[in-house]
């Protein structure tokens, strides 16, 4: 499974792009609008960094709409991706984009059903938000593992990005799940990375290296 950050902050792509781990970034309105930055702007920014997927979603509701801020944002960078939010007039902005070669991640996807609407209308990538299906009483985990299964059994090569991500759990769960992606925020990427033991471990060797050091003195 690979991992994104779901940011818009480039501080913090710069930091974790620097483990060598990234393959990708994914924004929305919301973590643009967080980091206080022009969508155009900041989406060429993260693609000279990451070189890799970027997410840039419209915010148009209607299909034409959608189509024309789709090709405007597709022309910043060959790593653009369009997100779409998974409505009737998504799906058909999905298709008329995926018609022109333009990759589209349709996005707020809450059901297999819309997972597989997505992938007919010709979705490179489609967001389940975990997080959120839990926070209703759901299973966001399950929606993961439903989406794979019928990926897998009707061969069909859209990508699932486990999207909402909450917690380190969430990550391991969607991999053991079967998603292709895993777009983590900042905070929980930093919590993926650290354990205590390893830690503690660090200050054990290091105190017995110093301490090996200074009786050959
Ligand atoms: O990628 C979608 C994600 O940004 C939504 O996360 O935590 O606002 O549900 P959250």
Known sequence: MELYLDTAKIEEIRE??????LSGVTTNPSLVAQAGRDLKEVVV?????VRGPVSAEVIATDTEGMVAEGRDLAR???YVVIKIPMTPEGLAATRRLADEGIPVNVTLVFSAAQALLAARAGARYVSPFLGRIDDVGGDGVGLVREIAEIFEIHDLDTRIIAASVRHPRHVVEAAKAGADIA????KVMKQLV????????IARFLEDWKRATELKR
């Open 183 to 186: 777009t983590v925020p900042y």
């Open 16 to 21: 974790i792009a620097a483990w060598g781990v």
């Open 76 to 78: 910043l960078s060959g």
């Open 194 to 201: 650290k354990h205590p033991l390893t830690d503690i471990g």
């Open 45 to 49: 920014e993260i693609a000279e960094i």
